[in-house]
């Protein structure tokens, strides 16, 4: 990476942290206390910020693509944090998206994902907040039911608290753009 393009990693994270960082007790999706939390929707609803992120997040898929030698064919984000930056990210890669919801919707076609996913199809996931990865793991595990074959979850921000453990022992390779670290946050 460039010296300009680890400034604009470096400036890029001390904005998520100036704008989303809150400091106090807080029950996170994991049940789990902290004393700090990261509000997603403080950063991923700025275009200041969610543009370079689609960037980021397009980089990544495109080196998963590349390890693998096989292209990624659908990006997918999960309700309702994943779907400002799956948005951005496929408007930036030309991958068409899917929205995967928390349950199935009990009206209309009852579906718990929205857009078209095709057997086999091979899938990266992206994440706002990676914790355990409890939510990204029920997203898997609903675009599996469905056929998908996931190759990838990628975090905008990795707490490394054990979510790249749990994906790992969940069989998907997990990666984050930045890690708490990244964002100068200590406990």
């Known amino acids: ?37 990261l509000d997603k929707y403080l950063f991923s609803t700025r275009p200041e910020v969610l543009g370079p992120l689609a960037e980021m997040f397009a980089e990544r898929i495109a080196g998963i693509a590349s390890r693998t030698g096989k292209p990624v064919a659908r990006l997918a984000g999960a309700e309702l944090g994943g779907i400002p930056l799956v948005t951005a990210t496929s408007l930036r890669t030309g991958l068409p998206c899917l929205f995967v919801r928390n349950s199935k919707k009990d009206y209309g076609t009852a579906k718990q994902l929205e857009g078209k996913l095709g057997r086999g199809d091979r899938v990266v996931l992206l994440e706002d907040v990676a914790t ?15 056929g998908a074959e996931v190759v990838g979850v990628i975090a905008t921000i990795d707490r490394q608290e054990g979510a790249a453990e749990n994906m790992g022992a969940a069989g998907v390779a997990f990666e984050a753009l930045f890690t708490k670290r990244d964002l100068g946050i200590a406990e």
Do not use: P
């Open 1 to 37: 990476m460039s010296t300009s393009a680890t400034m604009d990693r470096a400036r890029l994270a001390r904005a998520i942290a100036d704008l989303a960082l809150l400091r106090g007790t807080f029950t996170l999706r994991s049940g789990r206390t902290s004393s700090y939390y």
């Open 132 to 146: 355990t990865a409890g939510q990204a793991l029920e997203a898997v595990k609903v675009l599996r039911d469905l």
